[in-house]
C-alpha cells in the first residue's frame, strides 16, 4: 500500500486488509500513528480508549488461544436484528464468494475463512480495544474517533487494518491472554500490518449507502 498524504485520498484508500505479509511493523511508524489517534475527541476529555498490543510470541499465544476457543464453540455474539441481516450476507457475498471464489455452498471453505479471523489475519501486530464498563454511549464515540483516527494515521504510514468484532466473542480467552482487567468492556481487536497486494479480497471496498440515505439536513 503506498503513502497517501491527502485527506480525501486517504480516506477512500482505507479498507479492511484480510491477508497480511510477514513484515514487522516498524516502531517508529505505530508511535506516530499513536500520538495522532491520542488528539481524537473525547467527552469531557475523559479518553476512554484502551489499546493493548501484542506482537511476536504474545501474539502467536493469543490467537492460538481464540482458534482453540472457536473450534469448540461459537463466538458470543449478539446477531443482528432481522432489518440489518442483508448487510450482512452482502457483504459475505462480496467478499467469500467474488473476492475468494467460495461457493455459498462450501461449508468448509467459509468456515475456513471465518477462522482466520482469530488468527487476524496473519497480523504481525494485533490489538484490542476496551473501555471501562461504567462509561457510557457518548464515550463509546470517544473510542470510535480514536480507532478511526488511528486507522487513517496507520494507513498514511503505508500500513492495512483491519478491525474485527469477532474476538470479543471470547472476552474470556482474550482477558487470560493480554491480562486485561475485569471492568474493562473488550470492544473488538484490530490486526495490523503490510497488506498482501497478492490477495484478492484486500483490493475489495465494499458498497457505501449514498449519504441522503444516512443523512437528514433540516432548512425551515
Known amino acids: 500500500m503506498a503513502q497517501v498524504h491527502d485527506f480525501e485520498q486517504l480516506v477512500r484508500e482505507r479498507n479492511s486488509t484480510r491477508k497480511f505479509l ?8 505505530l508511535d ?34 481464540l482458534l482453540d476457543a472457536a473450534s469448540v ?14 448487510f450482512r450476507s452482502e457483504l459475505g457475498r462480496e467478499l467469500y464468494g467474488k473476492t475468494m471464489g467460495i461457493a455459498r455452498d462450501d461449508k468448509a471453505g467459509r468456515a475456513a475463512a471465518v477462522l482466520r ?11 484490542v480495544v476496551c473501555m471501562h464498563h461504567e462509561l ?9 474517533m480514536y480507532l ?5 494515521a496507520l494507513t498514511e504510514h503505508g500500513l492495512g487494518t483491519c478491525v474485527e468484532v469477532s474476538i470479543a466473542g471470547y472476552p474470556e480467552v482474550v482477558r487470560r ?14 490486526a495490523i500490518g503490510y497488506a498482501d497486494p497478492t490477495f484478492p479480497a484486500n483490493k475489495l471496498h465494499v458498497h457505501r449507502n449514498a449519504v441522503e440515505k444516512n443523512v437528514v439536513i433540516h432548512r425551515n
Open 136 to 144: 457510557g454511549p457518548p464515550d463509546s464515540m470517544s473510542v470510535g
Open 148 to 152: 478511526q483516527t488511528l486507522l487513517l
Open 117 to 127: 479471523n482469530y488468527d487476524f489475519f496473519g497480523a504481525p501486530l494485533v490489538g
Open 177 to 190: 491472554e493480554l491480562e486485561i482487567e475485569d471492568e474493562m468492556l473488550i470492544l473488538c481487536g484490530v
Open 22 to 29: 510477514d513484515k514487522p511493523v516498524p516502531q517508529s511508524l
Open 73 to 86: 464453540s461459537d463466538p458470543n455474539i449478539p446477531p443482528l436484528p432481522d432489518t440489518y441481516k442483508h
Open 32 to 65: 506516530k500513528s499513536l500520538e495522532l489517534a491520542q488528539l481524537a475527541p473525547s467527552n469531557s476529555n475523559v479518553q476512554p480508549w484502551h489499546l493493548i498490543l501484542a506482537t511476536d510470541a504474545r501474539r502467536n499465544r493469543l490467537t492460538q488461544a
